[in-house]
């Protein structure tokens, strides 16, 4: 049965007048929890055991005897066998004596089945639960979807390998690391059938995967990815907020293009394929001649999630784009939560952020400073989902 938004809402009317915001311990979970230290409110991380270090002995908070925050984020941590785990019953129930409201970020919807966030999990979430399936490019009403609705520039789908007319992008999870990318590029037939038994026998990639991998045409161009921010508790003209941009560092991409074609050439046939696993972020400004086309995009998007997925996008949300030699960009993918890049600006904010906000305002104490304001308005329960 699927979860209603009125039944998630209710669950907060038994919880104290300070929640505490928690999220999974991967991808931006320091982002969160600084946030929400920042607007005074307690800070849970969820982890998994062996993977808990960062933020049960790095990022520990550690109080004065007066019990102000000295050092560190996260002010409590729970360690669980499996991040699945999260969704039992008893942790459930857990979550929500603490008063606990889950910030969703791709760990969430990766570790944690789809129908169990959809149809079980009754803990409030800040943001919109009801679109985090949007990420999945096998879902048949995915992304794509939603951006062609919105009239906002796609790469051209390319209907099957032997269509494959130009420079095109393969993309289907990693085998055994399904959390990341088994991306990979052809010019033709021939060069993706070459590269996908390479892959295959490497293990990158299963063959299964193939069939429901989507193909498109390779945009060339810088990438930017923009992280927005909705919000509902504003005007409408005032609800959407471009707080800054990331872009990704990918292995062993990156480590590629910094060589010389020669010496690429000279490494073994293996290891000439690129692996697209991200695995950190940079950050960036764009021309300001760019922004008022990316506001409209940004706007384009949010009416269309209202309209296929209301109450639609609450909270953070991420365009990648390409951008073109005239500054026009194409959306190629989309988060609709917090990005995987938000921790570039930890503590410092997003410039964009910053000059709309005067003062630092990082995704993770954006998404603070709204649960603040929606408690102190009454208007909790529109921001949760």
């Known amino acids: 049965m699927v979860l209603s938004v009125s039944e998630v809402r209710a669950l907060v009317d038994e919880y104290p007048r300070t929640p505490v915001l928690a999220t999974i311990g991967s991808h931006s979970a320091l982002d969160v929890a600084d946030g929400a230290v920042t607007e005074s409110f307690p800070s849970l991380v969820i982890a998994e055991e062996g993977r808990d270090a960062t933020y049960a002995r790095y990022f520990r908070t550690i109080r004065s005897p007066g019990g102000l925050r000295r050092r560190g984020c996260v002010d409590e941590i729970w360690t669980l066998p499996k991040f699945a785990d999260l969704a039992t019953p008893a942790n459930q129930e857990r979550l929500r004596r603490h008063g606990a409201l889950l910030v969703p970020n791709r760990a969430l919807s990766s570790y944690v089945p789809l129908a169990t966030i959809e149809d079980e999990l009754r803990?409030?979430?800040?943001?919109?639960?009801?679109?985090?399936?949007?990420?999945?490019?096998?879902?048949?009403?995915?992304?794509?979807?939603?951006?062609?609705?919105?009239?906002?520039?796609?790469?051209?789908?390319?209907?099957?390998?032997?269509?494959?007319?130009?420079?095109?992008?393969?993309?289907?999870?990693?085998?055994?690391?399904?959390?990341?990318?088994?991306?990979?590029?052809?010019?033709?037939?021939?060069?993706?059938?070459?590269?996908?038994?390479?892959?295959?026998?490497q293990g990158t990639i299963a063959k299964d995967d193939l069939a429901t991998a989507r193909i498109e045409e390779y945009v060339i161009g810088p990438v930017f990815n923009f992280n927005f921010f909705f919000s509902p508790l504003h005007p409408r003209p005032e609800g959407l907020e471009l707080l800054g941009v990331d872009e990704r560092r990918e292995s062993s991409l990156d480590g590629l293009v910094r060589l010389?074609?020669?010496?690429?050439?000279?490494?073994?046939?293996?290891?000439?394929?690129?692996d697209y696993t991200v695995v950190g972020h940079?950050?960036?400004?764009?021309?300001?001649?760019?922004?008022?086309?990316?506001?409209?995009?940004g706007e384009q998007f949010v009416d269309a999630a209202r309209a296929r997925y209301p109450p639609g996008i609450l909270g953070p949300f991420c365009l990648q784009t390409c951008l073109d030699r005239d500054g026009r960009p194409t959306v190629f993918d989309v988060a609709a939560r917090i990005g995987g890049g938000t921790n570039v600006h930890l503590g410092l904010g997003h410039p964009?952020?910053?000059?709309?906000?005067?003062?630092?305002?990082?995704?993770?104490r954006r998404i603070a400073l709204e649960v603040r304001h929606a408690i102190d308005t009454g208007r909790l329960k529109e921001i949760l989902t």
Do not use: C
């Open 123 to 201: 803990v409030p979430i800040v943001g919109a639960r009801a679109m985090l399936r949007i990420e999945e490019r096998s879902e048949r009403a995915n992304y794509y979807t939603l951006l062609e609705e919105a009239g906002i520039r796609i790469p051209r789908r390319i209907s099957s390998p032997d269509a494959i007319d130009s420079l095109a992008i393969v993309k289907l999870p990693h085998a055994k690391r399904r959390l990341e990318r088994g991306f990979f590029t052809a010019a033709s037939p021939r060069e993706y059938r070459r590269k996908s038994d390479q892959l295959i026998a």
């Open 260 to 274: 010389p074609a020669a010496q690429q050439l000279e490494l073994p046939e293996a290891s000439r394929i690129p």
């Open 282 to 297: 940079g950050t960036l400004t764009v021309r300001e001649s760019i922004l008022e086309e990316v506001f409209r995009i």
């Open 352 to 364: 964009y952020g910053n000059a709309l906000w005067r003062g630092p305002m990082s995704t993770g």
